[in-house]
């Protein structure tokens, strides 16, 4: 592996720990906005679909919606799953939860979305997990139960709720990280609308028309905290696999908890100091590691941003079809690597 190979590889995992880090930075702020809005009153159902539409909302800008995806029939499948489950049933499970659990125990009962994500990613689409990041999971998931533990947490209804949320987030993270026959924008957006949509008529039907005020604060909780924050994620994973890509987002729940803790002038305490430095560690670990071997990439189509500084996309590696629309070619070589859209080859 040359020095300028490796170089670009590590400023392209750099790129991906800094979007999901991002990511979690918006959604660990919506958890406590959201706990606000729907304090005030309101339909659980109507703020789930309008969260959903604000994040189609931001993204409709960047989602190529003039421009038919070329996606196989089974992308197209799992895509609906995705947004049945990611934009339809999961918002819908993490409101009710918000409605009878204080915002920072939700917060922090979200790191269940990472053991979900990890466990699935290594099942279903066999990512490499090495010992270190194995290590960076246990401490990021010990770091939530620290907290858990010390708020008095319960499984209750709330809590229950919040870890089937997790749960279909998870089927979610493993699915779209690997969705390359669309651009992360697009997956939003068709996430958003549609389950959107279906969420907020059913809350209308039920509950009524909400108010101005509710539908606007909504909204833009969802623009930046769902829908600027889930196509970031997307783009993070996509260059270091679902798995790492969630360890970071596991800084979100924390991320939640500290902002809900000071909205309500709760003062920081020594367990939770303790959870945030394990969490942290666990992440740096994760990030740290390091994975090589000689592996062959059959030729592939798919859409993302094209790197020139990748090798994957050096002349004589890649043909251009139409915008980020590339075609790659046979390419055999070894190098160090995560489970991005590149390499998810068996090991």
Known sequence: MTGAIRHAHRATQRHGWWWCFAAAVLFGAATPATKAVLDEGGSPLSLAGLLYLGAALAVTPF???????VATATQRRRLMVAVA???????????????????STVSLLLNLELVATVVIARVFLHEHIGRRAVVGVIAVASAGAVLAGASGATFAVGAILVACTCLCWGIDNAITASLDGYSPARITFTKGV????????????????PTWRFVASALLIGALGYGVSITMWITGARLVG?????????????????????????????????AFCLSLGGVLLVATGHHAHAHHHDPIEHTHAIDPTDPHHADG??????????RHLALTHEHEHLPDIHHRHAH
């Open 63 to 69: 989602a190529d919606l003039g421009q038919r995806p």
């Open 194 to 209: 549609v389950a959107g949509s279906v969420n907020l008529a059913l809350g209308i039907a039920i509950d009524g028309l």
């Open 242 to 274: 679902a798995a790492r890509g969630q360890v970071v987002f596991a800084l979100a729940p924390f991320i939640g908890a500290v902002l809900s803790w000071a909205l309500l002038d709760e003062a920081l305490t020594a367990s939770f100091l303790v």
């Open 317 to 326: 590696a890649v043909e251009v079809i139409d915008g980020e629309r590339h």
């Open 85 to 103: 489950l990611g934009g339809g049933v999961a918002p819908v499970l993490l409101v009710l939860a918000l409605d009878r659990t204080p915002a």
